[in-house]
Structures are given as C-alpha cells and as structure tokens.
C-alpha cells in the first residue's frame, strides 16, 4: 500500500537514505530540513522539499495541512553526545522541544502515525553486554536525556489522542548508499567509522581513540554497527507494522555484535591497506563503556532482517563513500582553478 511520507530531517545522513529506500516502495515523499546540517542536492528533485525548521509550528502545521501525510518521519535533531554536555540548551531545544511541536502540529491536522528517530543513548550504562527494549532507561548525558523524554512525550500523547508511533533505538550508524547517491556529508562528523576512513584519505593526520581505560577485552568502547541502508529500510518496515496495528512500540535497531574501536581501526586498515596513524588519548565525556542491541524485537514485530552486516562491507562502503567526496571536492577546486 503507497503511502504519504513526511520526513523530517531528510536532507541529513539517515533521513536521506529513507527517502531514496521510501520512494523506491513508490511512496509519495516529502521533506522538511532546515539545512543546518543536511545537504539539499542529498534529496531528489520530484520530492516536495520545505526549508523550514521544525520549531516553527504555525508553517508545520501549513505544510501538514498541505501535503496530508499518512505518516510523519521525524529525524531533524541534534546528535553529537560531547556537545551536548557542553551545551545542554541547545540539545533540548533541538531535540525536545522542536519534537513537542511537531507531535502538537500533528495533532491539530489529524496526523496519526509519527515514526521517531531516537537512539541506544537512552540506556546510559548498561547492566547486560546486550540490551533489550525492557532494559532500563537511564541517559548519562543531555543528547540521551534529551531522546528519552520525547520516548515520554509520545507515549503519553499516544495514552490521550488518536496517535500511534514507533520509536527506532539507533546504535551506531555507518556506511552508505551503494550507488553514492548519498552518504554522511555533514561537516566535522564524529561517527567513528566516517573519522576513520577520512584518515585514510589523510583528512586527519592522526586518529585519536578516546579512553583505553575500559572494563572490556582491549581496553575501548565496544560498539554495534548498523549499515544506514538497513537502517533505512528497518524506518519502512515499521511503518507498515504501525499502519497494521493500534500499539504503539519501541525498537532496538542494530545488529545484535559488538566491535571495539581497536577492531574497528583494525578493520578498517585491512579494508583500505592503509596504515593509520593512531593516538590513544583521554576519554571522552558521556560515552558507556559497552553498548550492543538485542535487535529481536524489530525482528519479530516487521520482518525486518540485515543485508549488509559484514563490518568490513560497512566500511567498504563508507570509505566509497569518502572517496566520492574527495573527488567531487578536488575536481570543483580544479575547475576554479586553485591549486590542490
């Protein structure tokens, strides 16, 4: 069944690889980024594109009532854990705040399904090597905190109104489109994976690890990886399993195996054949020492299953990616006429 898509955030990494996987269904998309982040030419052009943020609520509204969604896809949001510990207010405002607004917005026009990016940061520091959607919530810095209170909000919105949603747990996020149609292009990114393999193309003369100091095997974090097109289709998925059913529901999205940043490096010089120059330095801020998804829920509730869970393909992909974008960076320069 075609459906009306609003996506929030669709410009951004993950935002952009759901509109291409949700028009290839043959959905009918549109898209609200206010470009802070997001790369405009990330989105097609037959998609209805709005430059608005989402705080504004009285244009919301406008472009609700316009377009009539069946559903909302909400990712516009900030999600840098280390800044936002060094500014809480603005996380809160981005993240809560803007949310509040648009769950408000869908109420007034009789938008009833509203899919929510939110992220493994609500679980804090875990007690268990994997977690499951009964896991505590227990955020330990404002980006989590920030998350679990919309998780909140749409629960209880969910309790007193006509509305249904899904909340997506993301754990880490890497890769990209297979035929570079997008990628992470976001400016001074801190996602691992993408840090890594803009140091095999020298962008950084040095990788830093942060912390070595862990309770885990070699000393560093242990993360799990999802490959963002998977990611992509798991937001599809849900969205057919709440157009099907009157509960509302949480998931876990991952893949269910922890990589350490020692084995994350170690995959990604193998991967490239290039050595990198690697600094072990201080941890970071807010950052738990293990954090893996049991990923069976979404599973059983959607069908929905990995394609792409080889970490070496993860980051094949997403060094293709850096690739393309050095390229494309070094031929436009060359086409000024500056000297690379």
């Not at 309790?159 to 997506?168: G, I, M």
């Not at 941890?283 to 792409?308: E, H, M």
Request: proline share 4%.
């Amino acid at each position: 069944m075609y459906k009306k898509i609003l996506i929030t955030g669709g410009a951004g990494y993950i935002g952009s690889h759901t509109v291409l996987a949700a028009l290839e269904e043959g959905h009918d998309i549109a898209v609200i980024d206010n470009l802070s982040t997001g790369i405009r030419s990330a989105v097609p052009d037959k998609v209805a594109f709005y430059e608005e943020d989402v705080a504004n609520s009285q244009r919301i509204i406008e472009i609700l009532q316009g377009f009539q969604p069946d559903a909302v896809i909400h990712f516009a949001g900030s999600i840098v854990v280390p800044e936002s510990i060094e500014n809480p207010i603005k996380y809160y405002n981005n993240n809560t705040v803007a949310a509040v607004n648009l769950i408000e917005a869908c109420l007034k026009t009789n938008t009833s399904n509203f899919i929510f990016s939110s992220t493994a940061a609500v679980y804090g520091i875990p007690d268990t090597d994997k977690v499951t959607e009964r896991s505590a919530a227990k955020p330990i810095n404002p980006y989590g905190h920030s998350k679990s209170m919309i998780e909140q909000i749409l629960a209880d919105t969910a309790t007193a109104h006509d509305f249904k949603y899904s909340a997506l747990r993301y754990f880490n996020v890497a890769g990209a489109d297979k035929d570079l149609r997008t990628g992470q292009s976001t400016p001074n990114a801190t996602h691992l994976i993408k840090v890594a393999c803009q140091s095999v193309l020298s962008q950084y003369p040095v990788m830093k690890v942060f912390g070595t100091d862990y309770d885990t095997p070699d000393g560093t974090c242990i993360r799990d990886f999802i490959h963002v097109s998977d990611l992509a289709q798991a937001h599809l998925k849900t969205l057919d399993y709440i157009s099907r059913n009157k509960n509302s529901s949480i998931f876990n999205c991952g893949n269910g195996r922890g990589y350490s940043v020692k084995e994350i490096l170690d995959a990604v010089q193998r991967v490239s054949g290039v050595d990198l120059d690697i600094e072990f330095t201080d941890r970071r801020a807010g950052d738990p020492p293990v954090l893996i998804a049991n990923p069976q829920a979404l599973k059983d509730a959607t069908g929905w299953t990995s394609q792409y869970n080889s970490i070496d393909e993860i980051i094949s992909d997403a060094l293709a990616w850096e690739k393309h974008l050095l390229d494309n960076f070094l031929e436009s320069n060359e086409n000024k006429g500056y000297a690379t």
